[in-house]
């Protein structure tokens, strides 16, 4: 028996939510669709190279039919609270509807970009027009047809909206604190030809984007910085540029790891930049400076830089001097009062943790989850939290989905926790926990394999340090998603070596813990 809680008033999650002008995916469309049903696959099919927002809102909801699942969600349900009662070794949620549920297996499946990070200015409330968060956009949409609009923030949904709402407004100014990379997505119809070459090949293609180190088939790097023809880098970095998409930042093998390796690309996007924009002064402040590409999550666009050309479109950089407050009739910065309708927030997530900590979890001994992550999230695997028995948690910090194509990710962990609610079934097992060693060597593994690479030099929701206050803990595994399957698999296969098992209040017992860094 399954029983799912939904706060939306329909399913979708991320695609539900975020339904700004722009908004797409920026992995393509058959790489970024579920994989383990045929028919789904088949019957499907996708319009676009890179998907819209209302088309992937579609397929999930065409899936859902498809399995015929709907009757097992509760929608406009928030999850408030989820106690651990270790007399029946069972979940007892609580909502905010009043509905609850017992269960012996409770499974987050929460989210990684599903809490708005909404910024306190000062004033906000005093502004006289409508203010919109991206992550959280009116269902019946907006029309900003002669209106002054502002945009906070040029992260990927700040990339995406921009030039959609420049098209359609009569101005759009830009708050633009930290400059992010971008390339060219270079968006096309599917042709019919491509589907079906898709859809005959998909069992191959799956079967590879699991073996792949982010869940999705990326062009891999031709060298390291040291060892290559930077002539021939250069050629290879114009190719990528006309539609290689994430690949772009890939064509230094050692991107991630070698300074000097990232600030080759990093100078060709910015020389970019400037060919593309045509007053320098805002060409100038669009170059990022402020971390290594590929640290931040790439964004793909459709026309960024060359709205920064259009008569309507302003640049404001509140990177020295910061947005100060909102007042009744816009933004203010420094001396200068700028005057809005509307202002788009276009600010990101509380990631990773967002969701989780705003449920008030109660594992043993009444702990909460909130507590067990003061100082930064743990977990065992990214998948279960040490003191919170009976709990998975889908995509959870420390895996590595953040990094990957997430369908990929989702995939494996649902796949994961099935077959071990399926063995723990078999062996008469009510009750399982990841012991103290094995979480404590993971989170250990996950920060030295970071502390390897560049990630950590960026102030990134990767880092947690787009929210104030945040403990700074990178929040992925980058070790890649098939070295990750593998050891999920091995460990299960040694009889879930990390976790500790107890049947009806018996005492928990582990397998010795054997996996190494
Ligand atoms: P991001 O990537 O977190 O971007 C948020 C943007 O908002 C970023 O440019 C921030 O600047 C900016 N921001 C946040 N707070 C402020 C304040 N107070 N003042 C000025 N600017 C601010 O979120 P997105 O929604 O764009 O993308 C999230 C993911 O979705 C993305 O990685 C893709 O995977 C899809 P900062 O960089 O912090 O200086």
């Not at 967002?354 to 992550?373: K, N």
Request: overall charge negative; glycine content about 8%.
């Amino acid at each position: 028996d399954v029983k799912v809680f939904e706060r939306g008033a329909g399913i979708g999650g991320t695609w539900y939510w975020n339904r700004y002008p722009g908004a797409r995916c920026d992995l393509e469309s058959d790489s970024y669709s579920l994989s383990f049903n045929d028919e789904i696959e088949q019957e499907w099919n996708w319009t676009e190279r890179y998907a819209s927002q209302p088309e992937i809102l579609r397929y999930v909801n065409f899936v859902a039919d498809k399995l015929d699942v709907r009757g097992n969600i509760e929608l406009n349900t928030t999850v408030t609270g989820a106690v651990f009662d270790e007399g029946t070794d069972t979940w007892t949620v609580t909502t905010d509807t009043g509905a609850s549920a017992r269960a012996r297996y409770l499974v987050s499946a929460t989210g990684i970009l599903s809490v708005p990070s909404m910024p306190t200015f000062e004033g906000m409330d005093t502004f006289a027009g409508e203010i919109y968060h991206t992550g959280d956009w009116p269902h019946e949409g907006v029309d900003f047809t002669g209106k002054r609009v502002a945009v906070i923030g040029t992260g990927s949904s700040g990339i995406q909206s921009i030039p959609v709402i420049a098209e359609e407004a009569a101005s759009v100014t830009v708050f633009q604190r930290t400059a992010t990379f971008t390339v060219p997505a270079a968006n096309r119809p599917m042709t019919e030809n491509e589907r079906k070459a898709t859809k005959r090949s998909y069992k191959q293609l799956r079967e590879q984007m699991r073996r792949s180190q982010v869940g999705v088939l990326l062009e891999p790097g031709i060298g390291n910085f040291a060892d290559v023809d930077l002539r021939v880098v250069r050629g290879e970095l114009e190719r990528r540029w006309r539609g290689a998409g994430m690949s772009t930042s890939m064509v230094l093998s050692d991107n991630l790891r070698s300074i000097e390796a990232n600030n080759y690309t990093s100078q060709f996007v910015r020389d970019k930049i400037n060919e593309i924009v045509d007053d320098p002064a805002v060409a100038k402040l669009l170059e990022p400076h402020d971390y290594p590409i590929g640290t931040k999550r790439l964004a793909l666009d459709t026309n960024y830089y060359d709205t920064y050309n259009r008569e309507n479109v302003k640049l404001v950089s509140v990177r020295d001097t910061p947005i100060e407050r909102f007042s009744p009739a816009g933004i203010v910065v420094g001396d200068t009062e700028y005057e809005f309708d509307a202002i788009v927030l276009a600010t990101g997530f509380d990631a990773a943790t967002g969701a989780l900590e705003r449920i008030q979890f109660e594992g043993v001994d009444g702990r909460t989850l909130t507590d067990a992550w003061a100082e930064g999230a743990k977990s065992y695997l990214g998948l279960a939290v040490e003191g919170f028995p009976n709990f998975f948690t889908v995509t959870g910090p420390g895996c590595p989905a953040i990094l990957t194509n997430v369908i990929a990710s989702i995939e494996h962990h649902v796949e994961w926790i099935a077959d071990y609610i399926t063995y723990m079934r078999a062996e008469g097992i009510t009750r399982f926990e990841a012991t103290p060693d094995a979480q404590a060597e993971w989170v250990k593994h996950v920060a030295d394999m970071a502390a390897m690479t560049l990630y950590p030099t960026a102030a990134s929701w990767y880092m947690g340090a787009n929210v104030p206050g945040k403990p700074r803990v990178f929040l992925a595994y980058i070790g890649g998603l098939h070295n990750y399957r593998d050891r999920c698999d091995q460990l299960a296969a040694d009889g879930y070596v990390g976790f500790a098992h107890a049947s009806d209040g018996a005492p928990l017992k582990s397998e010795q813990l054997t996996v190494g860094a």
